[in-house]
């Protein structure tokens, strides 16, 4: 991707005239089967990916490939109706991409959602799980969001990410899903890049590490979102499972179909914690 920071302001310049004044201030990121969020929100623009500068085309299957502005619970929010990974074949400059342009476009709340696997032995499919911690694998292993020159008007060369998921904002997620009767935990994500799911020695693996869910995406864009000064909820939806001792496998179509079946929940507890946020 050539120059990120000019095709940011590209990007908000294509955006910003399409609002009709409006400012949102909270951005939402729609992962597979959880697109039926943005259908909720109201006096909605939508902008398709592949108009938008810098943006690439949403190749996912269950990720519409659309933003989404307009009002819900009561805030202008700009919803991402697809999300772009990097088991996709982009960099990760181009899946954080549109959270840069977020922070361009002066929201201040990310509120980023996912499909996982669920590794600790407690959780059951269709429970929602709020990120608390997280474990960046291909971070680790050099697949860095914040790799290369640092624009130091968009944040720290050095990020500390101890804090990166705001404890008030799961706080108040939890509190409205125990309202809502919602099985809800907070819990460790680790990122892989996928798109093979995980062999069972890997989730032995990851179990002895701590992770509590595994997903193929997200981390990305929190770290993008945390180093441009935005407040971070994350939440996963676990669509399945994962169990070393069995040879019950994955698969694709089910984290979609279960994704789609929790999503009137997902929104129903979005929808509750917007106005508090
Ligand atoms: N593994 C990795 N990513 C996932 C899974 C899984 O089991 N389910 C949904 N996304």
């Known amino acids: 991707m050539d120059n990120p920071t000019q095709l940011t302001r590209h990007a908000r310049e294509f955006i910003q005239p399409l609002l009709g004044g409006r400012q949102p201030t909270i951005g939402i990121i729609l992962g597979s089967g959880l697109g039926g969020l943005a259908d909720e ?13 810098g943006f690439v085309g949403s190749t996912a299957p269950g990720h519409a490939g659309r933003l989404v502005v307009g009002q819900l619970g009561g805030k202008t929010v700009l919803a991402m109706q697809g999300r772009f990974h990097f088991y996709e074949g982009h960099d990760m400059l181009q899946v ?3 959270v840069r342009v977020m922070q361009a476009l002066g929201l201040e709340t990310l509120l980023v959602t996912n499909a996982a696997g669920g590794l600790n032995p407690a959780f059951q499919t269709g429970d929602l799980m709020a990120l608390s911690d997280h474990i960046f694998l291909p971070g680790m292993a050099g697949q860095n969001p914040l790799r290369g020159p640092n624009d130091d008007s968009l944040g720290p060369r050095f990020l500390p990410v101890v804090n990166a998921y705001n404890q008030e904002l799961r706080d108040i997620a939890q509190e409205e899903a125990g309202k809502q009767g919602i099985r809800f935990h907070q819990g460790t994500y680790i990122m892989l890049t996928g798109p093979n799911f995980e062999t069972r020695a890997e989730m032995r693996l990851l179990r002895a590490w701590g992770a509590d869910a ?4 997200t981390v ?20 399945n499972t994962l169990n070393p001792d069995t040879t019950i496998e994955a698969n694709g179509e089910e984290v979609i179909e279960v994704g789609k079946a929790v999503g009137p929940r997902l929104v129903s507890l979005v929808k509750a914690i917007l106005p508090r946020i």
Do not use: K, N
């Open 41 to 53: 929100i109201e006096d909605a623009v939508a902008i398709p990916y592949h108009v938008i500068p």
């Open 96 to 98: 954080t991409f549109p």
């Open 214 to 217: 595994v997903g193929m995406s």
């Open 220 to 239: 990305p864009e929190v770290i993008v979102a945390v180093h441009g000064g935005m407040r971070v909820l994350g939440i996963s939806t676990i669509t």
